[in-house]
Structure formats: structure tokens, C-alpha cells
């Protein structure tokens, strides 16, 4: 009696929609199994209703909280021991690791991008002339990517620098013919300026032949590079092909890359917070390659460690998952309060990770601290390294 009521369940689960055989592997099945013990989908022939779905869907949400708030309160009040616990085997009490931090990832870097923080980049870059001068004579012109001289403030600039020196010094033959020469330089520089602008706008494909033949390659490029950007705002070009099209330009891959650096620089300098959105809106993806290569150097220092190079994979994960918890946290705090909390937290995590290091490796206070010191030191080198390599590569891909 008492077997029999230990198998009553309530719903698609009831005895009466046993079977004996799975309907999905086509395992043979006994009238207990209210699970089939190779794949283990639910052992019931009853057709799938509305409210049978709405309960798993709430029961497999239930089950998931649960580990959820274990998974929390372990990583959050016991440094290193969550690690400890998954690679000894209890694995079913926590949640995977690797989708832990995937989720929460996913969840700070799209409050990062509604949070609206690169707004104002839009609106500094409408008020911008795109001439880039830094206070020198020298202008760098994003427009059309080149370099052009403003001969009147050049002279202004010479006269105060010769107003500044004796006039017995001023007056030398050398100091003569060094202004001389400065200013036959920059009126060269505007005139070649000057003759190159007429050549592409009157035969932008002969000149753009004439692009190939020139020697140094890095030349090549960037005066490639300068006519596509030249080209996309005058005649509106929306493609590489519609370039070669028009200009009767060669297929090639550094033709390609010109373009498409050119029109991601212009994009970008219309619209520099979409491209900061986009970019950190690849982080998630970039993580789970960046640490990987990170828990080599784990593996490196702890070495000599009963430790498999997955350990400590599974070991950055959790840390890397504690880090984007607080850094959450953070970003609730500073929209409620309208503070600026990132620190405080960022110093909560370094006080965290070195008791978890000391905690799941077992080592004394002073043999930590040194590994801890240089695991972070490589750590900010590969993420430096990492934001680098983004940031060009979405230049190319923007």
C-alpha cells in the first residue's frame, strides 16, 4: 500500500499515463519510472495542455531559483569554496558555471548599453569640425584624411618666437633661412594639397591608379584610405562595390580593408557611442575567450597543484561571475543614487579574490599575495591587450 501511494503523482505524471516504452529514446520503461533512466525525459503518454506546460515551465523556473540562491549565497559568503564543492563532484547543487557567467555578462554589459553613459559623445561630435589641430598650425582633416597647414597662424607663431629672442639673434642668416624654409615647406604642402584634391575630384579613377604605384606600402594604404573617405562623403557611396563599379577599382583585399576602414572611421565620428554600444556589446563573447587563455598563467603558477587546467578555468569563472555581480550592483546603485560606486566595489572584489586564491589553493598569507600580485599584473596586460584588439578589429567590422 505504502509502494502504491509513493507512486501517485498529480497531472501528466498519474499512472494512468504511464507507459512502457519512452516516447523519445524508446527506452523500455516500468510503471515506477515516472522518468526514463537513459535520456530522461517524463515518462507520460498524456497530450501536452496549456496548463501542463505552464507547470514545467514554473516547476523547471523553481528548481533553477533554488540553485540560483545557493549558487549566490555559497559565492558570495564563502570565497573559494563554490570551486571546491563543483570540481569534488557537487555539481547539481550549483548552477554550470560557464552559463552562470555567460548570463550575468550578458546582463551587465546590456545595462551598460541602455544606460545611455556615451550619449554626450553624439552630441560633442556634432559640434566637432573634424579638424584636428592640437593648438599647432598642423591640422589633421578627418574629412578627407590629410594633413594641411595654416599659414597664417604660422606666421603668427614665427613672429612670437622671434619677438621672444634678441633682436642681434633674430636677424641672423640663419635664422632667416630656417623661417624661409619652414614656410616655402608649407605652402608646398598646401599647394600639393591643393593639386591632389583637383586630380580626385576631376579623375578620381586615374587617380586612384595612380595610388598603386606607389612604393611604401603603409603610403599606399592610408592614401587609399583618404580617397575612399573623400569619396564616401562626395559621391555617397554605400559599398565597396559600388566603388569599384564607379571608379573601376580592383577587387583586392587591401582595397577592401581602405574602404571599410574609411566608412567605419566616418561612422564613427557621426555616431560615436553606437560604435562604443556595438563594441562592448562583443565583450561577452571576448570573455569566454579571454579566460581560457588567462587560467593558462593559473595553471603556470599553481603548477605544482593537483589541479587540472580546468580547475582553474572553473576557479576564474566563478571569480569573473562574482566581479560582474558587484559591478551590477554598482550600476543599480549609481542610477538610484546618483553616485559613483565602481571603486568601492572594484576594491570588494581584489579583498574577495585573494581569499578565495588563499582558500582553494590552500597556500600561507605571503606565497598568495606574491601570486596574487602577478596573476593580476598579467591579468590587466591580457585585458588591455584584449580591449585593443576589439576596438580595431570592430573598427574593421563596424
Known amino acids: ?9 498529480k497531472g501528466r505524471y498519474e499512472l494512468r499515463y504511464r507507459g512502457d516504452q519512452c516516447l523519445n529514446c524508446g527506452h523500455p520503461l516500468d510503471i515506477s519510472d515516472k522518468y526514463c533512466p537513459s535520456c530522461s525525459q517524463a515518462n507520460s503518454t498524456k497530450k501536452l495542455s496549456l496548463k501542463d506546460f505552464v507547470d514545467e515551465f514554473f516547476s523547471g523556473l523553481i528548481n533553477y531559483d533554488s540553485k540560483l540562491l545557493k549558487t549566490l549565497s555559497v559565492l558570495l559568503a564563502r570565497p573559494g569554496t563554490i570551486t571546491k564543492d563543483y570540481i569534488n563532484g557537487k555539481r ?54 590629410s594633413f594641411s597647414s595654416d599659414s597664417t597662424e604660422f606666421k603668427k607663431r614665427t613672429s612670437e618666437v622671434l619677438a621672444h629672442l634678441d633682436p642681434a639673434d633674430a636677424n641672423t642668416p640663419e635664422v632667416k633661412k630656417g623661417v624661409s624654409i619652414l614656410d616655402s615647406l608649407i605652402v608646398a604642402t598646401n599647394l600639393k594639397k591643393v593639386n591632389r584634391d583637383s586630380l580626385m ?157 588563499k582558500k582553494f589553493y590552500g597556500q600561507g598569507t605571503f606565497k598568495t599575495i606574491v601570486k596574487y600580485l602577478f596573476l593580476n599584473t598579467i591579468f590587466t596586460f591580457l585585458a588591455v591587450f584584449t580591449v585593443i584588439m576589439l576596438f580595431t578589429g570592430s573598427v574593421f567590422t563596424y
Open 1 to 9: 500500500m505504502e509502494k502504491k501511494d509513493s507512486l501517485v503523482s
Open 201 to 357: 575630384a576631376t579623375d578620381p579613377s586615374g587617380y586612384f591608379k595612380s595610388l598603386e604605384e606607389e612604393n611604401s606600402g603603409i603610403n599606399r594604404f592610408s592614401s587609399k584610405m583618404e580617397f575612399f573617405g573623400r569619396m564616401i562623403q562626395v559621391d555617397t557611396l554605400y559599398s565597396f562595390q559600388h566603388a569599384q563599379e564607379k571608379y573601376n577599382i580592383p577587387s583586392s583585399l587591401s582595397n577592401k580593408m581602405a574602404f571599410q576602414v574609411s566608412n567605419s572611421f566616418l561612422r564613427i565620428m557621426d555616431h560615436p557611442s553606437d560604435f562604443i554600444n556595438s563594441t562592448i556589446s562583443k565583450l561577452p563573447f571576448v570573455i569566454f575567450l579571454f579566460l581560457p587563455v588567462f587560467a593558462i598563467f593559473i595553471w603556470l603558477v599553481y603548477i605544482r597543484k593537483k589541479y587540472t587546467y580546468t580547475d582553474h578555468l572553473i576557479f576564474s569563472f566563478h571569480n569573473q561571475s562574482l566581479l560582474f555581480i558587484l559591478l551590477i550592483l554598482s550600476l543599480v546603485i549609481d542610477a538610484i543614487f546618483k553616485v559613483s560606486s565602481a571603486a568601492i566595489f572594484i576594491t570588494i572584489f581584489s579583498v574577495y579574490l585573494f581569499l578565495a586564491m
Open 92 to 145: 547539481v547543487t550549483y548552477t554550470n558555471p560557464f552559463r552562470f557567467l555567460l548570463s550575468l555578462a550578458f546582463l551587465y554589459f546590456l545595462m551598460v548599453t541602455f544606460n545611455n553613459r556615451f550619449t554626450g559623445l553624439d552630441r560633442a561630435a556634432s559640434r566637432f569640425d573634424r579638424n584636428i589641430s592640437m593648438g599647432s598650425p598642423i591640422m589633421y582633416d578627418a574629412n578627407s584624411g
